[in-house]
């Protein structure tokens, strides 16, 4: 077999290559990676020279790979993954919960955990360094699943056999309606109660993609209707939509905090019982697995207010 050098192969290359497939867009990728558009260019064209090999279709408006390129950026996110884990399972040696930690966060969770989790990390682990990401549950988990992520905090159950997770806490779901909404005259509120209203102005809902959109009509026992109301974008708007009047909705409690501007518009309502499980989320195969197990232990001694432990039925 003919020896091939590697000295022209960059690993620096490769995720040159990798960004411009995920963004579609060269000038985006540069970005993304810190160097000018002509030097990211100059660098895939080298690439493509080396491999003898088009990795991307070109035009003005247009950039995707070739199907050459599809398969070999395919192995390029492969080589990008080994030589993370390699760094990862050398971390592991010396202080696995110290340098950069790359933590996603579900965005119905983020803005609501964050302010009081990044305190209690700086104090308990200075040496840590955070880099935090929030969006969609399904899209951090690709993240992770990719090695683009370390932790990902989520709604349980998560599955797939690439993850290990480990419960945090329960948090609790309150019902929140309009001032003038027919449910409100009750103190505390039940599933049953929920899934019998048929009022116009009904439970309101989080877009597709938002695991707290499949957890309120799980706990209302509903299924979604195709003339369903406007849908909210993000759980802020959903606030929005129920002061307007517009329906009601279950919100997650960390949500709640800070919320007295709303008290002439909404009216809280206990369920009885309703919650969601948080939890921490990483990669099976990664070496730090017995470090983040300690960590999710001390994050889950560390209740936020108004949230409760898991139980043992829960875990």
């Known amino acids: 077999m003919t020896y091939i050098p590697l000295s022209g192969l960059s690993l620096r290359d490769i995720e040159y290559v990798v960004a411009v497939d995920d963004l579609r867009n060269f000038s985006r990728a540069a970005e993304r990676c810190?160097?000018?558009?002509?030097?990211?260019?100059?660098?895939?064209?080298?690439?493509?020279?080396?491999?003898?090999?088009t990795l991307f279709e070109r035009s003005r408006r247009h950039v995707?790979?070739?199907?050459?390129?599809?398969?070999?950026?395919?192995?390029?996110?492969?080589?990008?993954?080994?030589?993370?884990?390699?760094?990862?399972?050398?971390?592991?040696?010396?202080?696995?919960?110290?340098?950069?930690?790359?933590i996603g966060v579900i965005a119905t969770l983020g803005p609501y955990y964050v302010p009081s989790l990044l305190p209690l990390l700086r104090r308990a682990y200075p040496e840590l360094r955070l880099q935090l990401t929030e969006s969609l549950t399904q899209s951090m988990l690709s993240k992770l699943r990719q090695n683009e992520l370390d932790l990902?905090?989520?709604?349980?159950?998560?599955?797939?056999?690439?993850?290990?997770?480990?419960?945090?806490?329960?948090?609790?779901?309150?019902?929140?309606?309009?001032?003038?909404?027919?449910?409100?005259?009750?103190?505390?509120?039940?599933?049953?109660?929920?899934?019998?209203?048929?009022?116009?102005?009904?439970?309101?809902?989080?877009?597709?993609?938002?695991?707290?959109?499949?957890?309120?009509?799980?706990?209302?026992?509903?299924?979604?209707?195709?003339?369903?109301?406007?849908?909210?974008?993000?759980?802020?708007?959903?606030?929005?939509?129920?002061?307007?009047g517009e329906g009601y909705s279950l919100i997650p409690q960390l949500a709640l905090r800070n919320r007295a501007e709303w008290e002439e518009l909404v009216v809280v309502r206990p369920m009885a019982p309703a919650s969601r499980q948080i939890g921490l989320v990483w990669r099976s195969s990664d070496p730090r697995g017995s470090a983040f197990r300690d960590f999710a232990a001390f994050l889950a001694s560390k209740l936020p207010e108004s949230c409760l432990p898991v139980t043992v039925e829960n875990t």
């Open 34 to 53: 810190g160097v000018s558009q002509a030097g990211l260019s100059e660098q895939v064209r080298k690439l493509e020279m080396l491999l003898d090999v």
């Open 64 to 102: 995707a790979p070739t199907p050459d390129g599809t398969r070999l950026i395919a192995m390029g996110r492969e080589v990008l993954a080994s030589a993370r884990a390699m760094i990862e399972a050398a971390r592991a040696q010396t202080g696995p919960l110290e340098g950069l930690l790359r």
């Open 152 to 244: 990902v905090f989520a709604a349980l159950p998560v599955t797939g056999e690439s993850f290990e997770t480990a419960p945090l806490f329960e948090e609790p779901f309150m019902a929140v309606f309009p001032r003038n909404h027919p449910l409100t005259q009750r103190k505390t509120l039940t599933m049953e109660d929920l899934a019998s209203d048929h009022d116009e102005n009904g439970l309101l809902l989080l877009e597709d993609g938002h695991c707290l959109r499949d957890q309120a009509l799980s706990v209302c026992g509903m299924v979604p209707m195709r003339d369903q109301q406007r849908l909210a974008t993000s759980l802020e708007m959903l606030w929005h939509m129920i002061g307007a």
